[in-house]
């Protein structure tokens, strides 16, 4: 560009038909640079076609750039919430479950809870209460998972306590729950059931949180709930519940090394309402797992009437090609089950499907979270 004109008059506006055109933060920059390239005919500019395509990717990735810098982030707690520090000035508190045990279970103001960066060895119980409750880890961009900095973490197992909800590392029992920018881990490791979470409660979205365990790693137990741009690690039955209606959208779902393992187990025992859906998620090996070909499945039959769909996802080549596997040999409970697929890639994504359901279309999200989810309080449509 000429000395006499900003840089931004070449890249960032244009002339079409006399009217001036101007970027915003909805347009697509590949896209708009590309055609801003294409159509200048600015004289004081002579750029060699050869190199429009390198201008191209060095704009592009300042484009990028710039959108990692506009990221949003949440560093600072948002007004009236209590907050959690690792040291923790007056007024606030160095365990989560304190926090969460000065609010009030009657009130009906929505409460929020926030949590400074660290990591907090506890288990956090979330006792029914009238009043939606949100908690936030500290994060510098909240859409990744991959930017958390806040860990809760335990390894309790049922070597220890009597039921797989005693050994969560973080037991949300209230409806209207929302979860953003946590660690959820349970670090028992492999031999015994240990949640990470059991999501106990109807109305629960959780934000691009990470759920780490082997066994059991998620209980989505009842009600609608709701999972995006998540992490999920496990080895054994690691995706499972009885009544839940859970929808996983943007996830990343990573498998341990081991020789033999499953996604889901899924404990519908009746033609009731109970469904997982994976969708848009990736399905492949922890970075740095050694896993054999075909060592896991997408999910098992907990219950009779079992019912999981995986949709428009990227199936890596870690799951069989039978895809689906029964319960136990003499008691396949594979009979009534829905065990769908559609529209997936990847090495995974096919092969024998002895169990498999034909779909012949995908799983709408008002099928499992219902017409109404858009304007439901736990619903965070940004992630979507």
Known sequence: PSSEEPYEHHYVR?????????TSNQYRPRKYIRECLASYQDPKLDIPSSLLPIMLSYILALCLNLCLVLAASR?????????????????????????????STSSTTAQSI???????????YIAPRKAALTIYGYSEN????????????QKLSQNEVATNDLTATLRAWSTNFKLYNVNVVNSYGSGKQALALNAAAANQGYYACKFIGFQDTILAQTGTQLYAKSYIEGATDFIFGQHGLAWFTGCDIRVLSASLGYITASGRASS???????DHCSIAAKSGATVAKGAYYLGRPWGAYARVAVQSSTISEVINAAGWHIWNTGDERTDHVTFGEISNTGAGASGTRKFETKLSKAVAITDVLGSAYASAAYVDKTYL
């Open 75 to 103: 560093t600072t707690a948002p007004s009236g919430a209590l907050v959690v520090s690792k040291a923790p000035a007056k007024g606030q508190y160095s365990k989560i479950q304190d926090a969460v045990n000065a609010l």
């Open 14 to 22: 244009r002339q079409r038909g006399g009217k001036q055109v101007r």
């Open 142 to 153: 909240t859409a990744d998972y991959a930017h958390n900095v806040v860990t809760i973490t």
């Open 114 to 124: 926030f949590i400074e960066a660290g990591t907090y060895s506890e288990q956090v």
């Open 272 to 278: 009731e309402a109970g469904y997982y859906v994976l």
